[in-house]
């Protein structure tokens, strides 16, 4: 972005001065190019991780799912045990 910025100045001041507007013009219309391919390529790379962040995040939330479960199994079962021992007490 950088260098499209400043080949976007050279090429004013190149105008300004009515000297080398040609090859200005080549070299912006150069750094435009590279630019736009890096622009492709990043927002390539952008959407790749946003398809890795949302698997990551519907496997932890499965994980937490299944924890929950178990968790909430593991405390029906103490108070049913629970229960037991109080009806063998009475």
């Known amino acids: 972005m950088a260098n499209y910025e400043k080949a976007n100045k050279d090429l004013d001041m190149a105008r300004a001065r ?8 080549n070299k912006q219309q150069e750094v435009c190019n590279m630019f736009e391919n890096l622009s492709k390529t990043a927002q390539a790379e952008l959407e790749m991780q946003k398809e890795r962040r949302i698997g990551h995040f519907q496997k ?5 799912a299944e924890l929950e479960v178990k968790h909430a199994k ?17």
């Open 60 to 64: 932890s939330l499965q994980e937490l």
């Open 18 to 25: 009515n000297k080398d507007v040609a090859i200005a013009e």
């Open 74 to 90: 593991a405390h029906a079962q103490m108070l049913r045990q629970t229960i037991s021992a109080i009806k063998s007490e009475v």
